[in-house]
């Protein structure tokens, strides 16, 4: 049976909460229409986060690409599916008719000092981003996630689990139902690090306390999407989550700054 508390990995080692820019914080006024973009991100990184999460897609000729949506057509000028697309033809599109879409090797060389968060959302990228984590021996600067348990599967074998990884929908469910936290682990066999879960599913309340302390006691962190209202974000905190992703990376740093609980970076105060 894997051990009830696991080693932290480097990338889980901040003092938490976390503050995650979800999409670069898609929703700030200052930003909105840019998410995943260059601009979107230090936007949040000139805010103080350290923590950016994204979404990993390929083209057809290998680039990996920080991209949400599989085809070009709601947030860029052009039209078409990203894997179908070479590098070249992503390259002439431009988000919010201004901004090129970033591949994943620009984010990593223009803010060297964040970590990220990253959603496998295509087959495809599962191999590109195993060679991209390899080649750049990035093991403790990324996580990695998916809603696909084939995808995320296939990811953890090819990196040997040497890679955080963040539990797919079935090891969430196993956390959810599970009546202790020694079970939901040796279900899971100890390999996802953390829970990324939503605070609700449909009526269905998904972060309870119990939740939150079965993942503790397995060692496993718990991140909840994406939460905008501050209201809900202190509800969240109270109830002793690990880490918040936000679209509204303004909101969450005010939050967390009238609770004492800023562990960004610290900018001179205006």
Known sequence: MPSPHPRVPAYLDAPRPLAFAHRGGAYHPEI????NTLTAFAHAVELG???LETDVHVTSD????????????RVTDRTGSI????????QRAAVGGSEPVPTLAELFDAFPATRFNLDLKADGAVEALARFVEERAAWDRVLVGSFSRRRLERFRRRTRGRVATSAHPLEVVAF???PSARLARWLTRGRPVALQVPHHRGRVLVVSRGLVRRAHAAG???????????IEMNALLDRGVDGIMTDR???????????????GHVEDEE
């Open 32 to 35: 909105e229409g840019l998410e």
């Open 62 to 73: 290998g680039v990996l690409l920080a991209f949400h949506d599989t085809v070009l057509d």
């Open 249 to 263: 990376t303004d909101i969450l740093r005010d939050v967390l700054r009238a609770r004492g609980q800023w562990n």
């Open 176 to 178: 959810v139902l599970s």
């Open 220 to 230: 496993l962190q718990v991140h909840v999407w994406t939460i905008d209202d501050p």
């Open 83 to 90: 894997a179908d697309s070479t590098y070249a033809e992503v």
């Open 49 to 51: 986060y350290t923590y």
